[in-house]
């Protein structure tokens, strides 16, 4: 008898698929109500910006050709902005493909990959997906505790995820803290940086961390378009690392795992400062309304500096999702992230965050 199981790889036979959001139209076919609110995958609430969208009209005409695999205008154009040298960007089809791409460079089935409890669930996939073992350091207020990571180290350990700030959790990682931690890792043990959310940190918090990869060359910066840039959809990020960490890439890399929209989306991205701004104000305002919110219905929360806040609802996480979800409120139920009694919840636009807050206001009565 056919049995796919027993011909798949036994990392991958072992994998749970990655878990997304709700789409608001599978809610609406589900449920067959309107106007949901989906704060569930921080996702940017203002929407594509319009010089984004006027510049993705004008590529249309160019789709029947390939892309340029090496991204020439992207990386340029990072490199001018980040004072970079082209030859240390790796781009990806979201950062997410990095992620993927520099365990695949890197990490063999006899290797151990270290990353801390509730972090982001990607590192223990594109782990356990090689085959490799991941190690799983107990967290210390639900973030990093970066001293019980490095004591995790051993002769076999390949890899360390950090994300600062973590998701789900939004903590955040002073740069103290972070560059004594890189400075200990030994050089054989890459650690990747993962800073998704980094444009939402106040500028004096964040880490110089691309400069960081000239003085540790084991270290990898890694970024995103999906979130203060709004293009989720469009799937792109890149990598910082030492010229011969993206060389390695290069070769594991498929030559189009950017497109010619997401190329040109995110060149515009990067130039558009006004939207980013305002991606940065509207979160702030945001985060505001929805700790505001907690502290009024006694409801613990995790201090973060991302574009959500996880909040502790109780032993009734599962039954409260569910509620909102009846309410027309898409959140992230997080147990999956050893967080049974929390919900994510994405900071929206206010009225967003007033339908969930109301929502939450009728199931708590
Ligand atoms: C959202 C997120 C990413 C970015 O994912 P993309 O593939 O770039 O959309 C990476 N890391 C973390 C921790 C995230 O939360």
Request: aromatic share 8%; proline share 5%; with cysteine.
């Amino acid at each position: 008898m056919f049995d796919a199981k027993q011909l798949a790889n036994e990392g991958v036979r072992n994998l749970q698929p990655y878990q997304a959001g709700k789409p608001i139209e599978e809610l609406e076919r589900e449920l067959g109500i309107k106007d949901i609110v989906k704060l569930a995958s921080n996702e940017n609430p203002l929407g594509l910006s319009s010089k984004v969208r006027a510049a993705l009209q004008d590529t249309l005409s160019g789709l029947a050709r390939y892309p340029d695999a090496n991204g020439f205008y992207l990386k340029s154009k990072l490199a001018k902005k980040f004072g970079l040298q082209t030859s240390q960007i790796t781009l990806g089809n979201g950062s997410n493909d990095v992620l993927e791409l520099v365990a695949r460079t890197f990490v063999s089935a006899e290797h151990e990959v270290i990353f801390s409890q509730h972090a982001f669930v990607v590192y223990p996939l594109v782990t356990q997906a090689i085959g490799a073992k991941g190690i799983a350091v107990p967290a210390q207020d639900y973030g990093h505790d970066l001293d019980a990571m490095l004591a995790a180290i051993t002769p076999k350990t390949r890899m360390i995820f950090v994300a600062n700030p973590n998701n789900p959790t939004g903590t955040f990682l002073s740069t103290e803290a972070l560059q004594d931690f890189i400075a200990k890792v030994p050089e054989n043990v890459l650690v990747i940086l993962d800073e998704a959310y980094s444009e939402y940190v106040a500028e004096a918090d964040r880490a110089p961390s691309f400069a960081w990869v000239d003085s540790y060359p084991n270290l990898v910066v890694t970024r995103t378009f999906s979130k203060a840039y709004g293009l989720a959809g469009l799937r792109a990020g890149y990598a910082v690392s030492h010229p011969e960490v993206a060389d390695l890439m290069n070769r594991a890399r498929q030559p189009f795992n950017m497109n010619s929209l997401s190329l040109r989306a995110a060149e515009v991205a990067l130039d558009d400062e006004d939207y980013l701004q305002q991606s940065v104000a509207v979160n702030a305002a945001g985060m505001e309304q929805l700790v505001a919110f907690c502290e009024s219905a006694n409801l613990p929360y995790i201090p973060s500096q991302g574009n959500f806040l996880t909040i502790e609802v109780g032993d009734g996480a599962a039954d409260i999702y569910d509620k909102l979800l009846h309410e027309g409120v898409i959140v992230r139920p997080v147990a999956g992230y050893g967080l049974p009694r929390h919900l994510r919840v994405s900071i929206g636009m206010p009225e967003e965050n007033e339908a969930f807050i109301t929502a939450m206001r009728k199931l708590l009565d």
